[in-house]
């Protein structure tokens, strides 16, 4: 029998990303490897454990929070995979696609009737750099413009600066100048409290004048907010899975007869899974409640053969009148919001199930598999297997198609 690979995990059990990530990577482990986990509850700035002075395992995955965090990491002569890099420090990483990330909140707030658009963040941080840059790309695409918060933070670009009181008059001032309505993006949750709390001070509505968007999901602090928070779902369970088939890649790979060197460079981007809407950015609940009801039923019967006419008729209102209203405030058909749900409704079938794909299409209103998959082709521009095997590997994709 092999001898189990000791594994060390550094990723933060504080935060609802973490522990997503390590569900991932146990998930990983339970199908595809034989390894021993060590590891200990641990908040996102914490350093290196006293305990490992004299570790010596056979990989790592961390998320650390510093680069002198990082580098520390190849004393232990193993694989490391990271999972909070900004691509220069660590040859294998693992991390969130910030330019479709920045597409989701753009589409969100556009979506929701705000007729501006911003983006705050106070930290000076890689990850946070690169999702203003996503931000301000996808605008220039479609020739629209935003609004960026100029910063109030000065210093080392580490990945998570604390909030400082001094931070505070800035904000307001910014959120204050803004042209209303406007939705604006947060680069994170923490950060999204803080544009709320400027709202507030500011006597200002939320979300009939300002939307707040928040970034990570950490649903027991977004829902218990007033209003709930909107937030996008970052797919940390995927970033976990990922990273743990990286790291057991580079584990094989220096198992004998190769012996590749440990600088073999891998860098895998993972698509965000979707956003979370609630309070703080569903404006259509106050301008248009009929509208409202509108989005509610596609959301819950989209899958079950929901059409444009049945739901024109439970408003009770002709079908002209509810496309018209619908395209004024979606720049969408409601046939079009109906097929984007059944689609995303598929694409997390394909993320989160093993089942096969005529299942998949039955559960999301197809009348065959050949349908089902014509369809996801046309709309996705690849078949559902290839882009459930662009997660899970054509092992997995095999099995589960069986």
């Known amino acids: ?15 609802v990303f973490g522990r997503g990530v390590i569900q991932g990577i146990s998930r990983f ?30 990989g790592i995955i961390a998320r650390s929070p510093s680069i002198a965090l990082s580098k520390a ?35 969100h707030l556009l979506k929701q009737g705000f007729a501006h658009l911003a983006f705050y963040s106070f930290a000076n941080s890689w990850w946070s750099d690169a999702r203003r840059i996503a931000f301000e790309q996808i605008l220039a695409s479609q020739d629209l413009s935003g609004h960026v918060f100029p910063g109030a933070y000065e210093g080392g670009n ?76 970052l797919n940390s369970q995927q970033v976990g899975y990922k990273a743990a088939g990286l790291l057991d890649w580079k584990i094989r790979m220096l198992s004998p007869p190769k012996t590749p060197p440990l600088t073999t460079a891998a860098r895998i981007i993972v698509p ?63 046939s079009q919001e109906i097929n984007h749900i059944r689609i995303e409704r598929a694409k997390g079938f394909l993320r989160e199930t093993a089942w096969p794909i005529s299942v998949i299409g039955q559960k999301t209103g197809f009348a065959s598999a050949e349908n089902f998959v014509r369809f996801f082709k046309r709309m996705v521009g690849k078949t559902p297997r290839q882009y459930r095997n662009a997660f899970y590997g054509t092992d997995s994709t095999n099995q589960a198609n069986a």
């Open 158 to 233: 580490l990945p998570y600066p604390t909030w400082k009181l001094d931070f505070q008059a800035p904000l307001i001032q910014w959120v204050d100048r803004l042209p209303k309505p406007v939705g604006v993006w947060a680069v994170a949750d923490s950060q999204a409290i803080r544009v709320l709390e400027a709202c507030r001070q500011l006597n200002l509505h939320v979300p009939a004048e300002v939307g707040i968007l928040g970034t990570s999901n950490e649903d027991i602090v977004c829902s218990m907010l007033s209003p709930s928070l909107s937030s996008i779902e």
């Open 272 to 334: 965000p899974s979707q956003v979370i809407k609630r309070q703080s950015t569903d404006r259509i609940a106050i301008i248009d409640p009929e509208l409202d009801q509108a989005v509610k039923i596609i959301e819950r019967e989209a899958v079950n053969g929901l059409t444009v006419t049945a739901l024109a008729d439970e408003l009770l209102l002709s079908r002209s009148t509810l496309e018209r209203r619908f395209r004024e405030f979606f720049h969408c058909s409601p």
């Open 73 to 107: 990491l190849g004393r232990f002569r193993c694989p490391v995979v990271e999972l909070l890099g900004d691509g220069q420090h660590q040859s294998a990483e693992v991390c969130t696609d910030e330019r479709m990330t920045a597409g989701l909140a753009i589409d």
């Open 1 to 15: 029998m092999a001898v189990p690979k000791q594994i060390l995990l550094l990723v933060e059990t504080s935060r």
């Open 29 to 58: 482990a339970r199908e595809r490897a034989n390894w021993i986990f060590h590891f200990e509850d641990r908040g996102i700035l914490e350093g290196l454990p006293p305990w490992l002075e004299n570790w010596q395992g056979d």
